[in-house]
């Protein structure tokens, strides 16, 4: 594992190149947490087929978490143009790619795909078709990586769903015979809960900006421009707002 004080301005390559970012680090003793929370003091007050029940829907979900988590942490959104643009030192292929594109990159030096490609400078790396940096998992969502997010933010909700629902159930089995010793199983089902409702407005804004062809990063610029009542002007300017070719955006 690389040192984090060797490393000045890196350009990352994945998530869990240092430093990690504190979201990242956060999440993962939140949900280390409540595991423990669920296997110490939800999974033993059930009986045979309740356990049984949580075990099969914990390795399920969790299977899936992990996998989309990983799949996105360790991927690199890295524009195809500025790899190839740096990983070469033949002058005809470099002028190649400075001919394909009419972009270019100051901070990477190097000219990019698009108009859609956009520099990081937490990543210190242009991505292409830029969606956002997420701060959760450390990297860059772009062209490259946006099925895993799309796939992990499903996960995360599968995931929170069976744990307000574990929770919920130790709750309503206790009754009036909650201890205090169970309050971090209440606060595990409140977190829960907040998650569950926050996750679905996000899996739902990426509904709209899928229909929409739009990245979250435009989605921003064009509610900055515009300021107030984004929804209806989007309805009206699908003509307005199109992709061309080569991705990028006819404004
Ligand atoms: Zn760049
Ligand atoms: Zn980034």
């Known amino acids: 594992m ?23 680090s956060t999440s993962y003793i ?17 009986g045979t087929l309740g356990r049984v029940l949580i075990i099969l829907f ?9 996998y989309y988590l990983l799949k996105l942490t360790f991927s690199d959104p890295t524009d195809p143009i500025v790899i190839d643009f740096k990983n070469t030192n033949d002058p005809g292929l470099r002028e190649e790619l400075e001919n394909r594109s009419n972009r270019y990159c100051n ?12 520099h990081c400078m937490k990543c210190n790396r242009c991505t292409s078709i830029f969606d956002h940096h997420c701060k959760f998992v450390n990297n860059c969502v772009g062209e490259k990586n946006y099925v895993y997010f799309a796939k992990l933010i499903v996960a995360v909700e599968i995931f929170e769903v069976f744990l307000l629902s574990s929770g919920i159930a130790f709750i309503v089995r206790k009754r009036m015979y909650l201890e205090y010793q169970d ?9 829960s809960a907040i998650i569950v409702i926050t996750n679905s407005y996000l899996i739902v804004l990426h509904i709209f900006l899928y229909k929409k062809r739009m990245t979250t990063y435009e989605y921003i610029c064009l509610r900055i421009k515009n300021k107030s009542s984004i929804i209806p002007q989007l309805q009206n300017e699908e003509n307005h707002f199109s992709i061309s070719k080569d991705n990028s955006i006819l404004d």
């Open 2 to 24: 690389s040192d984090c004080n060797e490393l000045q301005n890196p350009i990352r390559q994945n998530g869990y190149q240092c430093p990690w970012s504190l979201h990242q």
């Open 183 to 191: 309050i971090p199983i209440m606060i595990s089902v409140l977190k």
């Open 30 to 46: 939140i949900y280390l947490g409540a595991i423990l929370i669920l296997f110490l003091q939800i999974f033993p007050s059930f």
């Open 58 to 66: 914990f390795i399920i979900t969790i299977t899936f978490l992990i």
């Open 107 to 118: 901070f990477c030096k190097s000219p990019v795909s698009s108009i859609r490609s956009k």
